[in-house]
Every structure is written in C-alpha cells, then in structure tokens.
C-alpha cells in the first residue's frame, strides 16, 4: 500500500498547491491516485477530483472513530496505485489544544501513513531545520519522512536548505515549488467556476504538473509512501447493507449543491438506496417515483437568480414536501428550503418556500466549527458547521437539533434543525458514519411512505 500525507507547518503555507501538484504529477504519469482530505473541507475535495478524475475523500477523525477511518479508508483505496493525504491547517491543529484531536498528525496515525511536511521556506536558511525539528519532536509516534519547500528563490536557496536539513536532521528533502511563477489554485469552489474558466483551469494544473516533476523528487516521495498495509476492518454498517433496497432518493446535483461527502452517497447506495440525481437550476421536476430528497451545501446564494427564476422547480418540490415526502437537507439545502435568500448586495430571490423564514447572507461566519447534536429523537451525532448565513424567522418554528460548541473555556448551547412534516433541515454538515441511527431515521420514514403510497411518487 502506497500511502502519504501532505502535512503543512501552518495553513496557507502551500500544502494544497503542493498535494494537487503531486497528484496531478502522477495521473499525468499514468499512475491512479486515490485523494483524500483530513478535516471536513468540501472545496479542496473537488480539485483533488479535477485533477485525479478520482472522487476525493474526507478523513476526519473528530467525526468518525479511529476503526471507522481505517475501514474507509481501505474502502476507497482498492485498486489504486498510491494514495495522497492532503492535511488540514497546521499538522497538530484541530480540535482543541489535545494532540489526537482531528488533526493532520492524528489520521496520520490512525492510517499508519508517513508524512511529507510542506515548509514555507522564503527568506529562511538555517532556522529551518529548528522549525521542522520541533515539528518532528513534538509527537514521536508520527512519521515525518520527507520535506518539500515552498517559496523558495531558486536552486541555490534549495541546495542551502537541503544541505542544512538533511546534515541537522537526518531528513530528506524531496524538492521545492519556487515563486517565480504564481502556480497556485485559489479556493474557489468548482462550481463557481464559469464554464469560459474551466480551460484555463486545465491549463494551470498541467503547468502545476509540470512544475512538481521538474523541481520535485517523485520516485523518492514514492520510496517513502510504501508503508503498512491496514490490518482489515469490520465494516461499521454492514448490518444495514441491502436493508433499504428499492428506495429512490433524489439528489439535488449541480453548481449550486455540491457540498457532499462521497463516503454518505456510498452508504446510500450500499444499503440498497437508488440515487437520483437532479438539478435545482435545469430540471423542471424532481425525479419521478422518488421516496425523498437529500439537499446538500453548495452556494445557493451565488445562484440565487437562476433558483428562483425556476419557478415549476421550486413549485414541485415544495407540493410534494407539503403532503408528507420525507427530506434531509443540510445548509445551502436548508436556505433552499426556506421563503427566499438575501444576498450579500441585499438582493431578495425566492426560494422553495417550505419554510416561513428567510435566509440572510453575511459578511461574517456566523458559526464555524465541530459541534455535538442531539436530536429530539434522542440520535447523538457530531457535526460541522461553516455558513455565513442565518435563518430569520417569520413565524415560531420547530426546531429539532440541540446544538453544543464545546470551546476552550466555555460551551456555547443553541437550538437548530428545522422540523416540518417529514423534513428536517439544518446548517451542520453530518458525516453519516458518525451515527448510523442518524441516516436509518431518515430512511425509515422514506419506506414508511412508500407503504403508505404503495409505491412512491
């Protein structure tokens, strides 16, 4: 099993510029790569998939248990080649201040995975080796086997820091991205990228690729990815495979909702669950014979004018959601679901309307963060929550989540979810492996009205 982490002394120091340029490096060697991303990220998933043209995966291990990410992570690595770990934030930053609390480092370990430390090196010589070597220190158990440099002025600087590190910490160093040439990808969703943008994306990556072979070593980085296969690992869920065969779930899919973890469609599918997707944007109509809908995240704000101008959508989603069709919808879902969006030029767009409230776009996170949920049904599940938005009620609403943000030095405690006939919509995204009961809640009120209907819709 070929395996490793792309781990970054801090955020923003070019781990994904550096990840994507090495998968890119090798799909265009023929090689197939299996991403993935520690954390509960969305955006940088969706250019993993860009470049590899393989479905990238979240391992987060505050959302999931350590048996759990080994087993999924076994899952979606077979028949692959070698897989490719980008971090999150720092390589110890998660939840907290614990070292095994959702960080890099954490699922490092859990996956038995060496790591590649990406070090923004400009303007710094000797005081490198200081920097990695208490990176190095500070947790024994993880494996850093390898450095790879960003910014660096050019090949004299590398020979500097290459000779420095390898004397000092016995380390290899794999290679350096320079910043001559500005090579890496902003964070921008995919999907807010016009199709008039998307061949300029091509030609970027491939320059990024070009770049990763010239200037990284990538035979060594494949040396140092050979590591311990996985011992295997029950599978989590298997006492609902096949238990909902026959259910059609529809699923909205487009620019607009895109926001999902591909380990939560699997599951679906895997418990007998036909997907069917569909566009809120283009399609006149949901699916036919559908027994719910899953909404996800997306940017239903920046698409606002073409939601609300597709008005037999917007009209049938709601008719069937009034007479009882179950639905689970999380964040740009919920302010679907809602009267209409304002947006962030204090534009008004109509939307759904199943809710009586409105969305409101900010320029501030209005809660960002993991945090614990528990429903009214008493189904304990974490979450993760990143919105700009909040929901303004027009009327007392049916809240079904209670919501706790454990923090350093204090817990903070609200009400959300909302609960109207058979749907429940919140802003946390909910990663299904964490609590099974969450997803099979779902499902069971989908074949309750199946019974009922005799057949779907």
């Known amino acids: 099993m070929k395996k490793v982490v792309i781990a970054g002394t801090h955020s923003g120091c070019g781990k994904t510029t550096v990840s994507l340029g090495i998968m890119a490096a090798f799909t265009k060697k023929g090689k197939k790569v299996s991403p993935f991303k520690v954390g509960p990220d969305y955006i940088d998933p969706g250019f993993h998939q ?27 690595t077979c028949g692959t080649d070698i897989s490719i770990i980008e971090g999150v934030m720092g390589m110890y930053d998660g939840f907290g201040t614990e070292k095994d609390n959702g960080s890099t480092a954490h699922v490092a370990k859990i996956i038995k995975a060496p790591v590649v430390l990406v070090v923004e090196a400009k ?4 005081s490198v080796a200081a920097l990695i070597m208490g990176y190095m220190m500070y947790d024994r158990d993880v ?13 004299k600087h590398y020979d500097m820091l290459k000779s420095i590190v390898e004397r000092e910490l016995k380390i290899k160093c794999l290679g350096y991205l320079p910043n001559k040439e ?25 320059r990024l690729a070009e770049f990763t072979e010239d200037y990284v070593d990538l035979d060594a980085l494949e040396d140092i990815a050979n590591a311990e296969d996985l011992k295997p690992v029950n599978n989590p869920a298997e006492s609902i495979m096949s238990e909902y065969k026959g259910l059609k779930i529809g699923v909205a899919m487009d620019k607009a909702f895109s926001f999902y973890y591909h380990h939560n469609l699997q599951l679906m599918e895997e418990t007998g ?75 008004y ?8 409230a409105e969305s409101v776009m900010t320029d501030k996170l209005n ?13 304990k599940i974490r979450g993760h929550e990143f919105h700009r938005s909040y929901v303004k009620e027009n009327e007392k609403l049916d809240y079904y989540y209670n919501i706790t943000k454990h923090r350093e030095d204090f817990t903070d405690c609200w009400k959300g979810g909302l609960m109207k006939n058979n749907v429940i919509a919140g802003y946390p995204h909910i990663h299904f492996y964490s609590n099974l009961d969450f997803l099979k809640e779902f499902l069971n009120r989908c074949v309750k009205l199946k019974k009922i209907l005799g057949g779907g819709r």
């Open 182 to 206: 500005d090579i890496s990808l902003k964070s921008r969703h995919l999907g807010l990228i016009p199709a008039q943008e998307a061949k300029e994306l091509n030609k970027k990556v491939d």
């Open 123 to 126: 303007a710094m010589s000797s």
């Open 367 to 379: 809660h960002f963060g993991y945090v614990d949920i528990e429903t009214k049904s008493g189904i």
């Open 50 to 76: 860009f470049v590899t043209g393989n479905f990238s995966y979240n391992l987060d291990s505050y959302l999931l248990d350590s048996d759990t990410i080994r087993y999924l992570f076994n899952k979606s």
């Open 273 to 347: 669950v036909k997907l069917l997707p569909f566009s809120p944007i283009s399609d006149s109509k949901v699916p036919d014979k559908i027994d719910g809908l899953y909404i996800g995240g997306g940017f239903p704000e920046v698409f606002g004018e073409e939601l609300e101008e597709n008005v037999s959508m917007r009209e049938n989603i709601k008719s069937f959601l009034d007479k009882g069709l179950p639905a689970y919808a999380e964040c740009g879902g919920l302010m679907y679901l809602t009267k209409g969006i304002v947006d962030l030029q204090g534009k």
């Open 143 to 155: 494996e850093i086997k390898g450095v790879i440099f960003n910014q660096v002025s050019g090949q």
């Open 349 to 356: 767009h109509d939307m759904v309307g199943f809710f009586n």
